[in-house]
T-cell receptor, first 110, second 113 residues
């Protein structure tokens, strides 16, 4: 499975959009991009995933570049409850085991 | 209703003891997992069972033994506890190992003194 690179931390103002980058330059054609987050002291929570096309659900949007070497998770209107560690994970098809890297610590401030 | 429940939530024990952590899921999932999150916050998969069959067994000391009596339960037994076993242990489940559908429990914080 391809490795991912994320910034270790970022701040975001409450109510503003949070754009979380992820670099996966070695991604191959059958690998998906998954995003999970872990709020302090809780288990990780699934957010969204995609293969080639941009995806949107009630939690976030996922923008994948045309060459698929990077992606951005967008939290459209960040709230204080979005403060968490966000993990970008690349997996071969939908059956792989989830392996978590260091992630990005996002702090949403009032 | 709690989807994936772990007991106990906190566990403090002495070195050398044997302890168990229990996990139950009521989601009807067929696959369950154990993850370990150490003090540096890295979350690593340890084991996975699919329909009571062991399918993932990462490099984990033999002192750790998972047991799945049925597909709704996956327990973790740890023998001869060591200081380095102190961590938060998370149980998770998914249906057909779908990576988009992992549901995690709230974790068991194990402290070995």
């Amino acid at each position: 499975d391809a490795k991912t690179t994320q910034p270790p931390s970022m701040d975001c103002a409450e109510g503003r959009a949070a754009n979380l980058p992820c670099n996966h330059s070695t991604i191959s054609g059958n690998e998906y991009v998954y995003w999970y987050r872990q709020i302090h002291s809780q288990g990780p929570q699934y957010i969204i995933h995609g293969l080639k096309n941009n995806e949107t659900n009630e939690m976030a949007s996922l923008i994948i570049t045309e060459d698929r070497k990077s992606s951005t998770l967008i939290l459209p209107h960040a709230t204080l409850r979005d403060t968490a560690v966000y993990y970008c994970i690349v997996l071969t098809d939908s059956w792989g085991k989830l392996q978590f890297g260091a992630g990005t610590q996002v702090v949403v401030t009032p | 209703d709690t989807a994936v429940s772990q007991t106990p939530k906190y566990l403090v024990t002495q070195m050398g003891n044997d302890k168990s952590i229990k996990c139950e899921q009521n989601l009807g999932h067929d696959t369950m997992y154990w993850y370990k999150q150490d003090s540096k916050k890295f979350l690593k998969i340890m084991f996975s069972y699919n329909n009571k069959e062991l399918i993932i067994n990462e490099t984990v000391p033999n002192r750790f033994s998972p047991k799945s009596p049925d597909k709704a339960h996956l327990n973790l037994h740890i023998n001869s506890l060591e200081l380095g076993d102190s961590a938060v242990y998370f149980c998770a489940s998914s249906q057909a190992r779908m990576a988009s559908g992992y549901t995690f429990g709230s974790g068991t914080r194990l402290t070995v003194v």
